[in-house]
């Protein structure tokens, strides 16, 4: 009876037929899948248009003899390494680029130091300073480079600075007239580091803070149950989960200050004494626009871009392996 019933129902039941997809849907996926691709593009040709043909410009420079002649049009000689040999046996050049990384980890070590501490500040002090706080490190940040030197030359000043006035009536009556950009490097590097890191913590500060009102509360209270104090709940709950975050700021901080440059030539230009405070950036600048080397020029500058990326290669590929940049 029931193969009776199966046999009938398979006699009514209508023929199987062949789904025709139509064109407009075949199509309407394809641009689906194709969207991704076309949104990366634009961004993708821009920045290959706006940086990979100045670099692999730059790398073919950096293998010939350019100077002002091949400015105007005269051919370059094609020199192969000689320019980079030269590099390599400059002793001048490996004092610039020690002098420039030990400035470059100090003021970023400096940088991050004040930084996370301000912003751990800002989470316990009363909302009306911390708007204060808040407010007077946006106006550093958004301070015009230029600017924000004009008033350190005011404050370092020879004849009228605030700086040697305040140390002279502390009773140090060395500083009276006491020139800080040209009596001696450290000096030049102290008025230098100062105003790189004043420039730079804001950023630090407030990333930090916007990381730190992320951390769930009652991880911090967990800990403030187990008898944790302040300096425990910040090195065993607090900073590990913005671990990631501090460590990508300290990266672009180490970019940022290696290749800084504004800074140093204008407290040059205001006294300093070029030759012992040459960093890699204006020593570049130097070789290129003022000496009129741009060959030379171009093999500093890719010297100097693969210091940089073995400097922080490790710390991205650590933030890559936590996920962070995949």
Partial sequence: MTMQLEDRESAQAPPAQTVHVPAAGRRGRRAQKAAPYLLIALPVTLVVLALGYPLVQQLIMSFQQFGLAQQFGQPADWVGLDNYAEIATDPYFWLVLLRSLLFCFLCAGLTMLVGVALAVLMQHIWPAARLALQIGLVLAWATPTVAALTVWQLLVDQRNGLVNEVLTGLGLSGFQSFNWLHASPF?????????????????????????LTQVDPSLVEAAQLDGAGLRRQLA??????????????????????????????????????????HLLGTYVYNTGIAGGDYGMASALAMVMLAVLLVITWRYVRQLGKQGDLA
């Fill in 236 to 277: 065993s709950v607090v900073l590990p989960l913005v671990r990631p975050v501090i460590l990508l700021l300290g990266i672009l901080q180490i970019i940022w200050d290696l290749r800084v440059f504004t800074q140093i030539h204008v407290l040059q230009r205001a006294g300093g004494d070029a030759t012992q405070t």
């Fill in 187 to 211: 000096t030049f590097w102290a008025v230098a580091g100062s105003v790189i890191v004043w420039a730079s913590v804001p950023l630090v500060t407030l990333s930090t803070f916007a990381a």
